[in-house]
């Protein structure tokens, strides 16, 4: 089992509309969580960090559910600039300062 | 402020070979990660340096090695390639192991041939 799962998509979505992905982990005992963002052949930049108790940043909103292992993403009214993809980010508790990648979730925003 | 650059952006390496990616952390950053990105797939953490010591490892062969330098800036080594490590390399610069510090570089594409 991977120990962060994404699923992969694409998820074609039209402008406007709300689109949310999940992000299962497989360590009961990660502490930080992040969603990145990459454009085609670009780097990843930081999105969001997931907290506890949920975060929201505009159109973008985190949650972390502990009991069931997943965090999610929701985008509302998305933008034809929201392509991309969403990799869901875990660390790795053995050593603290290292960071679990999924394969990222592909999201085409259609006009 | 100077965010990370890593150079080249773009190699082609014969499989057997040997390849030096270089790294220029953000200034005021202490710390730089390297990653691997094959095509599909997340970052797979291959080293972390902090000042100037290797901090952890991931699941890579010896033939990937390391430097970080007294100015914070890093280099990945890899010896005798393979069509495999064909793939983004990535690197990470933050303060200490902040998490949520990260700043990447555009990262450089190797094509193993």
């Known amino acids: 089992r991977k120990e962060v799962e994404q699923d992969p998509g694409p998820f074609n979505v039209p402008e406007g509309a709300t689109v949310a992905f999940n992000c299962t982990y497989s360590n009961s005992a990660s502490q930080s969580f992040f969603w990145y963002r990459q454009d085609c052949r670009k780097e990843p930049k930081l999105l969001m960090s997931v907290y506890s108790s949920g975060n929201e940043d505009g159109r973008f909103t985190a949650q972390l559910n502990r009991a069931s292992q997943y965090i999610s993403l929701l985008i509302r009214d998305s933008k034809l600039s929201d392509s991309a993809t969403y990799l869901c980010?875990?660390?790795?508790?053995?050593?603290?300062?290292?960071?679990?990648w999924g394969a990222g979730t592909k999201l085409i925003i259609k006009p | 402020e100077t965010g990370v650059t890593q150079s080249p952006t773009h190699l082609i390496k014969t499989r057997g070979q040997q390849v030096t990616l270089r790294c220029s952390s953000q200034s005021g950053h202490n710390t730089v990660s390297w990653y691997q990105q094959a095509l599909g797939q997340g970052p797979q953490f291959i080293f972390q340096?902090?000042?100037?010591?290797?901090?952890g490892r991931g699941n890579f062969p010896p033939r990937f090695s390391g430097l970080q330098f007294p100015n914070y800036s890093s280099e990945l080594n890899v010896n005798a390639l393979e069509l495999d490590d064909s793939a983004l390399y990535l690197c990470?610069?933050?303060?200490?192991?902040?998490?949520?510090?990260?700043?990447f570089g555009s990262g450089t594409r190797l094509t193993v041939v």
């Open positions: 990470a610069s933050s303060l200490s192991q902040e998490l949520d510090g990260y700043t």
């Open positions: 980010v875990v660390n790795d508790m053995d050593s603290n300062y290292q960071l679990i």
């Open positions: 340096y902090y000042r100037e010591e290797e901090n």
